[in-house]
């Protein structure tokens, strides 16, 4: 991976990133305007931090790792994103990826603006346990179903300029 550090928006010159199997992070701004950047393999990273991928042409998210706020905010070309042991998403982590379309996802913290943007996204959310959706988390999203255990909150605008189709409560 080459970056260019004369220019203000950074490019990679690869397709593909394979980390080593025991990066344990990946730092704040690792990987910012890495335009380029299409496959990273996550799976044995344990955490990626504040802004990791901003901007880039990632294109697939397959991680356990605990996630910082923003990390993929403004991929516009990300658009699967699996996260089996993610229990809580930070603010903006998917803010404006616009062709996101699959989730699979296990989370019942959504933080503020956590998937707005995402218009390609259809979420069909089930959770028997106590779930916070913060403001803004689903804005502009497309709504199947959700369906919310007892105790759950779901803060102002958290569903704001949705495309609904059915929004059910326990």
């Given at each position: 991976?080459?970056?260019?550090?004369?220019?203000?928006?950074?490019?990679?010159?690869?397709?593909?990133?394979?980390l080593a199997?025991?990066l344990l992070?990946?730092?704040?701004?690792?990987?910012?305007?890495?335009?380029q950047l299409?496959?990273?393999?996550?799976?044995?990273?344990?955490?990626?931090?504040?802004?990791?991928?901003?901007?880039?042409?990632?294109?697939?998210?397959?991680?356990?790792?605990?996630?910082?706020?923003?990390?993929?905010?403004?991929?516009?070309?990300?658009?699967?994103?699996?996260?089996?042991?993610?229990?809580?998403?930070?603010?903006?982590?998917?803010?404006?990826?616009?062709?996101?379309?699959?989730?699979?996802?296990?989370?019942?913290?959504?933080?503020?603006?956590?998937?707005?943007?995402?218009?390609?996204?259809?979420?069909?959310?089930?959770?028997?346990?106590?779930?916070?959706?913060?403001?803004?988390?689903?804005?502009?999203?497309?709504?199947?179903?959700?369906?919310?255990?007892?105790?759950?909150?779901?803060?102002?605008?958290?569903?704001?300029?949705?495309?609904?189709?059915?929004?059910?409560?326990?």
């Amino acid at each position: 991976l080459f970056m260019n550090d004369n220019e203000e928006k950074q490019t990679a010159t690869c397709d593909d990133c394979v980390l080593a199997p025991k990066l344990l992070t990946i730092g704040e701004n690792a990987f910012t305007w890495c335009e380029q950047l299409n496959n990273v393999n996550l799976w044995n990273t344990h955490r990626i931090q504040a802004r990791a991928f901003y901007n880039s042409g990632i294109q697939q998210v397959i991680t356990r790792a605990k996630i910082g706020p923003a990390s993929f905010c403004g991929c516009s070309k990300l658009e699967v994103a699996c996260l089996p042991s993610q229990t809580k998403i930070a603010p903006r982590t998917f803010l404006n990826c616009s062709r996101l379309r699959l989730l699979n996802i296990y989370a019942t913290d959504f933080g503020p603006y956590a998937f707005s943007g995402c218009s390609a996204l259809n979420i069909n959310f089930a959770s028997k346990s106590p779930c916070f959706i913060g403001p803004y988390a689903f804005e502009r999203t497309i709504l199947d179903q959700v369906i919310l255990g007892d105790g759950s909150r779901i803060a102002s605008f958290a569903f704001k300029n949705t495309e609904q189709h059915s929004i059910l409560g326990k």
